[in-house]
Each structure stands twice: as structure tokens, then as C-alpha cells.
């Protein structure tokens, strides 16, 4: 420093000087340091908590590459080019469509029964329970299910020596390979090749699922993604506990992958080969027929020796022919799309239109139809169901009655099919008819309610008639059969028939029109076997194959021998014949899709009714009833379809007798004194109920057993 003269100076003066002190900064915080120490020994004691207890998970990948399988090149025409339009073989490959069918519940239902992941097995340590695929050391078989919708597990406790085992807190011993029989299952354990053999873990939990429930489990672990937007590679993860189970998944869910589409390619192929062959032997024969035209054309015209005609006409007849020829085979091919189209197993398949035709608006309608087959075909393929309603089998029954009808009417009746419960779907058709001069007009299902009374209105001069329908008026009448009567006749034979009394029976819905046949099936089994019950299952749908498998082979597991049914499809039967038992079916003869398993069906026969309703309105005598019409056996409403050769003799005079007694009113299935399982009378004696309680009928009588799946 400098003093006022410019002079340096010393001076005792210390300066300010700025910054942290360390020794300072720990002295004030060192009474803290418990805290710290608390604060970091948490923190290692969850650590070592969340690494001790946290199940580990593995994330396996891999890629498949979707291949285009058409080829190119050369200028040529190839065969794929000849049926592109079919859906064979397609230009570009949609990624999407491919990615939905990879991670929908569909394919993975192939890999969980190709895999036998219904079954998952545990290991249960001291910590942590854990999946142990494919190293299980017992095997789960399953003998018998009580209910095939509802999973189950079983913990098991091995001795050492793994010759026996207990069930959860039950000290019974039960040997390895001994049935088990429990309230849910019954199943054996049976010895499986297994390093935990050699361990002491002797905890298991044992697993079985529903294959739906088992398929939608294991998709959740399925992740799938294009490897980028310029290939044709699609790249697969799975993430699980189990790094084994994770890699067999996804290798498995890529074979049946590629078999699927095989078997697709397949099918298609044998269609196109079916086709080609039919037009192979057209060709064949139409060769042989060639030559011998031309020889008669010749000896017709006697000009074949005139050498100056000869040179001229034939130059003219070979154009002429191969012109006839060419159109001859066009319209040869049309008339083999057109059978081949009006095939019912061809319904919603693809048809060829590339061999040889030429018409531009044929083609043009086809390659629109095989667009549409193949956009249902995705979806079907992407996890889709197909849910027909009640009214499918009616129409398929009124399409048998119009057949029918056109013999003994003498006329031919148009109609059209496939046609929604809409008035926008069900207006356009009935007013075409109507333009066209037709005067009666026949309706098949419950949705057409409401548009036919409107139509109804619109011309009183056209008759309309409606199965199951509910809208009735001066022109409209809506019909409907007693099938309780029919039913009642079905449960004779399976009293007649079964062996145990015990029979079963699988409905749609708990009401009126269902629990009215329930009733009147045990009603004619109890006359032929007074000790016979029915145990009923309603499965809440009309048209549902899984659920009416899943009931029917539930009541198979129970002992039942004979099974009746109120649903659509003929599932019931072939379970019954799978299983070895027998059955009664609804709707039409189903003997056709169960024959050794089927006794006798209750059927649809609407063409007896309506050949008399159409008599009337043609002679001017129709009147309609303001409640519709109801229709017992007698006027041609149902029937039963009987018998198979299982039934006895004297079981089926029976039956047939019941039924005469039915059409000539000595019979009345709901004829008093009838009272329910609770006790309380519902039919007085010398009475029959009414139709108004007959339609609201909410009760079951003694010897019926409900459930509802």
C-alpha cells in the first residue's frame, strides 16, 4: 500500500477474504450426522428389500420377416398374376393386418395348446413364488372338469422322497399318479423329469385355465412392432418372469404362424385346383364335340369338294368357329361361376374370375366381392366371432316350408336372404316385391316386428305374415309354435331311453318360451320314468357353440346321459356324441350333425301352416288375430323328428300314441293340478293354463334342477 505521498506502507489491517470454510461448514452440520446415518441405512434396507422380494422380469425379442411369395420378372404372365384378384397372392403385404393376427387371442390360442400352457406350474420358496416352465416336477392331468369355464389351482406339499404329496392344508396323503378327486376337478399327478429333484423345495401351486382365459393371460406379455417403416420385418418381445417360457412363446407363436398361413394357402389352392379341374374336363369334352360338329357341318353343305368354295368358306368358317368356340367358352365358364356360386359350401368363399372371361363388369363385381370375403376373412383371423341371432334357424326352416310350399301351391315363391332386423335393410326388398304385383309377403324373424306393421299400414292390400313376431293387425299376422308339446314328446324318449333318470338340458335365457319346453321335457320323462329330474343350464346367449360346449360337457361330467336343448346350434349333439351319451335336439332334425348320439328333435314345420293361411288369403277368407296366431302340433307349428334306432320300440308307440292324443285335445301338457318346486299350485286340477301364463312363466316344477352359466 501507499501512503497520501505515494510511498509504500506496512499496515496491521487483514483483509475481508470471500469463500466457504470446510472446517466451519462441518462443525455446523455435524450434529446432524445421526440423521445422515439413519437416512442412508433406510435407503440400503429398501434396497435390499426391493432385491430380495422383486420378482425378476426378462424381455426375450426376435424378428420375422413377412414374406411376399409373388414373384416377378421375365414380362410374363405368372400364375400369381392370374389369380391376384382372388387373394392367393398379393402385390404389397399390410403389416398391420399381419401384426393384429400375431398378437390376437386366436393365435395365441394355437400356441397355448401346441405348448400346454393351460397348465402353469410354481415353485413356492421362502420369498418368492415363481413359474418354473418347463422344469416342473410333476405333471398336472386333468380326468374330469365341473365346471371347463373356471380355473383352479392346487397347492401341493412333496414328501421327500417325491413318491406322495398333500393338498393345501389337508394332511391326506395321495400317491404321485393316484386320481384326486375334488368338488372343482378331478386330476392325477404324475412323475416329470426335473432338476428339482435334486433340490429341497418340496412347495408347489399346480394351475390349470380355460384355454380363452390361458390365450388372453399370455398376450399380455406379447409386444409386436414393424422394425421400421420401410421393410417387411415385424420385430416380437415378450416380457415375463420366465426367460425359458418367454423364448419358447414367441418361437412357437412364428411356427404357428406360418402354419396358418399355409393352411390358408392351402385351402385357397385346393378351391383354385377344384376349379381348374372342372374346367379342364369342360375343355375335354368340348374337343371331342369340335370334330365331330365339323364333319357334319361338311356333309351338310356338300361344298367341301369346290375348290374355289373350299378356299374361300374355310378361311371364313375357322374364323367364325374359333369366334363360337370363344363365346361358347365364356359362357360355359359363366354357368360354372354361376353353380359354383349358388353352392351353399361355397357361401362366403372366394370365387375365381381371371380364367378367360373378358366382360369388364363381371370382373369388376367379383374383384369387389372377393374384396369383401377377404376383409371378413381378416377379421375372422384378427379374433372376430360370428353371432347369428335366434331367427337364423327359423329362416332356415321357412326356406324348407318354401320349397315346399311351391309344390303343393303350384307357384314359385321369390325371396331373399341374409336380411338384417332393420327397417332400413327390410323396407327396400318387401316395397320391391310389393311394386313387382306380389301380394303376400313372408317374414322369419322377431326384428321384423315393427317394420312390417309399418308396412302393414302402408298397403292394406298385401298380406303379411311373421314367425316369431309380435305386431299383429287387419292384414298382419304374426306366428308362433307351442313347442312345449314337442319338447314334451323329446322328454319321453329321454326318460324312455336313459339309464340313470338323470338328464340335462341347455337353454339360452330363463324365460317364457325356454322355460316352458324345461317344464314340459321333464313333464314327459317323468312319464316314462317318475324318478327322473333335468338339470337345466342357461347360458344367457341363443347362438354361443363355446358356451353350450362348455355346458353340455359340464352336465357330461355330472353322470347325465341324455341331453335336451333350447339353442340354436346342433353344439349339444356332438359333445353328446363325443362323450358317448345322447341327446334331443331343437330347431330341425339334428341327426344329420350327431347321428349316433341324437334320438329325436323338436322341429320346425311351418310349411303345414302356412299352405293354409295362403289357401285363404287366395279364396278371400283370411282373417287375422289381434294376439296372433299360436300353433300347436295338430295345425302345423312343431313336431318331433323321431326316432333314432336307440330308442325302443315300445318307447316310440308310446310316444307316438301321446302325440295322437295331443292332436286329437285328449292330451294338454299343462293340464292341472300342476304345482311348482316350492309347493305353491300354479295349474288347479281340471284346469289348462292359460297362453297368457304360459308366455310369462317364470317357474319350474318338482324334478327340475337350474343353473346358470
Not at 400356441?111 to 422344469?135: C, E, H, W
Amino acid at each position: 500500500m501507499e501512503n497520501e505521498n505515494g510511498y509504500p506502507y506496512l499496515s496491521n489491517k487483514q483483509e475481508d477474504v470471500s469463500g466457504i470454510n470446510p472446517k466451519e461448514f462441518l462443525l455446523k452440520y455435524l450434529h446432524y450426522s445421526w440423521l445422515f446415518a439413519i437416512c442412508v441405512l433406510l435407503s440400503l434396507v429398501g434396497a435390499w428389500l426391493y432385491l430380495r422380494y422383486k420378482k425378476p422380469t426378462y424381455s426375450v425379442s426376435s424378428t420375422l420377416l413377412i414374406r411376399n411369395d409373388r414373384e416377378r420378372g421375365g414380362g410374363a404372365i405368372s400364375s400369381q398374376d392370374m389369380f391376384s384378384d382372388i387373394g392367393l397372392f398379393q402385390s404389397t403385404t399390410n403389416k398391420q393386418n399381419e401384426m393384429l393376427i400375431l398378437s390376437s387371442r386366436i393365435m395365441m390360442e394355437r400356441v397355448v395348446k401346441s405348448m400346454g400352457l393351460q397348465k402353469r406350474y410354481f415353485v413356492v420358496a421362502n420369498v418368492k413364488t415363481t413359474d418354473i416352465y418347463p422344469d416342473y416336477p410333476l405333471e398336472l392331468e386333468v380326468v374330469r372338469l365341473a365346471d371347463s369355464s373356471k380355473s383352479f389351482s392346487v397347492p401341493v406339499h412333496v414328501s421327500k422322497d417325491w413318491s406322495t404329496f398333500t393338498i393345501g392344508e389337508s394332511k391326506q396323503q395321495y400317491a404321485v399318479g393316484q386320481e384326486v378327486v375334488l368338488p372343482h376337478a378331478t386330476f392325477r399327478l404324475v412323475a416329470h423329469p426335473s432338476s428339482y429333484r435334486n433340490l429341497e423345495y418340496r412347495e408347489f401351486v399346480l394351475q390349470w385355465l380355460p384355454l380363452m382365459d390361458a390365450a388372453n393371460y399370455y398376450t399380455r406379455g406379447l409386444v409386436v412392432n414393424p422394425a421400421n417403416d420401410l421393410s417387411n420385418v415385424l420385430s416380437l418381445s415378450y416380457v415375463h418372469e420366465n426367460p425359458i417360457l418367454a423364448s419358447g412363446i414367441l418361437n412357437e407363436l412364428m411356427k404357428q404362424y406360418n402354419e396358418a398361413g399355409i393352411e390358408d394357402k392351402n385351402e385357397m389352392n385346393r378351391k383354385i385346383l377344384s376349379f381348374i379341374n372342372d374346367r379342364l374336363y369342360l375343355v375335354e369334352n368340348q374337343l371331342d364335340s369340335v370334330e365331330a360338329n365339323l364333319q357334319r357341318f361338311r356333309t351338310s353343305r356338300d361344298i367341301i369338294n369346290l375348290p374355289v368354295q373350299s378356299e374361300m368358306y374355310f378361311s371364313n368358317i375357322n374364323s367364325l368357329t374359333e369366334n363360337v368356340m370363344q363365346q361358347e367358352g365364356q359362357l360355359r365358364v359363366v354357368a360354372l361361376l354361376e353353380d359354383y356360386i349358388n353352392k351353399p359350401e361355397n357361401r362366403l368363399a372366394l370365387v375365381p374370375s381371371t380364367l378367360g372371361l373378358t366382360d369388364p363388369t363381371l370382373i369388376e363385381l367379383v374383384v369387389a366381392y372377393n374384396k369383401l370375403v377377404r376383409d371378413r376373412l381378416a377379421e375372422l383371423q384378427t379374433g372376430a366371432t360370428v353371432n347369428n341371432p335366434i331367427v337364423k334357424n327359423i329362416e332356415q326352416n321357412i326356406e324348407e316350408a318354401r320349397v315346399k310350399m311351391e309344390k303343393a301351391l303350384g307357384m314359385q315363391i321369390p325371396y331373399v336372404e341374409n336380411i338384417a332386423e332393420d327397417a332400413a335393410q327390410i323396407t327396400p326388398p318387401a316395397e320391391k316385391f310389393i311394386q313387382r304385383g306380389y301380394n303376400i309377403i313372408i317374414g322369419t324373424a322377431f326384428g321384423y316386428s315393427d317394420t312390417f306393421k309399418e308396412l302393414a299400414a302402408k298397403h292394406p292390400e298385401v298380406a303379411f305374415l311373421n314367425a316369431a313376431g309380435t305386431t299383429n293387425g287387419p292384414n298382419l299376422q304374426s306366428f308362433y309354435g307351442r313347442t312345449y308339446e314337442s319338447q314334451y314328446l323329446c322328454g319321453m324318449v329321454a326318460g324312455g331311453v336313459s339309464k340313470s333318470g338323470k338328464l340335462g338340458f341347455v337353454g339360452a335365457n330363463p324365460f317364457g318360451i325356454v322355460n316352458w319346453t324345461v317344464n314340459a321335457y321333464e313333464l314327459g320323462a317323468e312319464k316314462l320314468n317318475p324318478k327322473a329330474t333335468v338339470t337345466a343350464v342357461f347360458i344367457g346367449a341363443w347362438n354361443d357353440p363355446v358356451k353350450e360346449r362348455a355346458a353340455a360337457e359340464a352336465l357330461a361330467d355330472e353322470g347325465i346321459d341324455v341331453i335336451g336343448q333350447h339353442v340354436d346350434t346342433p353344439t349339444v349333439q356332438i359333445v353328446a356324441q363325443e362323450r358317448k351319451i345322447h341327446g334331443t335336439g331343437h330347431h330341425r332334425d339334428l341327426r344329420e350333425f350327431a347321428p349316433k348320439a341324437t334320438l329325436c328333435s323338436s322341429a320346425w314345420v311351418w310349411d303345414k301352416y302356412l299352405i293354409t293361411e295362403i289357401k285363404k288369403i287366395q279364396a278371400g277368407n283370411w282373417v287375422t288375430s289381434p294376439y296372433g296366431d299360436f300353433i300347436s302340433i295338430k295345425d302345423g307349428g312343431t313336431d318331433i323328428a323321431c326316432c333314432s334306432a336307440d330308442v325302443p320300440k315300445d318307447v316310440v308307440d308310446k310316444v307316438m300314441a301321446a302325440r295322437q292324443e295331443i292332436i286329437d285335445g285328449k292330451l294338454h301338457v299343462y293340464a292341472g293340478p300342476i304345482k311348482d318346486r316350492d309347493g305353491k299350485e300354479r295349474v288347479p286340477a281340471g284346469k289348462v293354463i292359460s297362453d297368457a301364463d304360459l308366455w310369462k312363466m317364470d317357474w319350474y316344477i318338482p324334478g327340475v334342477i337350474t343353473q346358470k352359466k
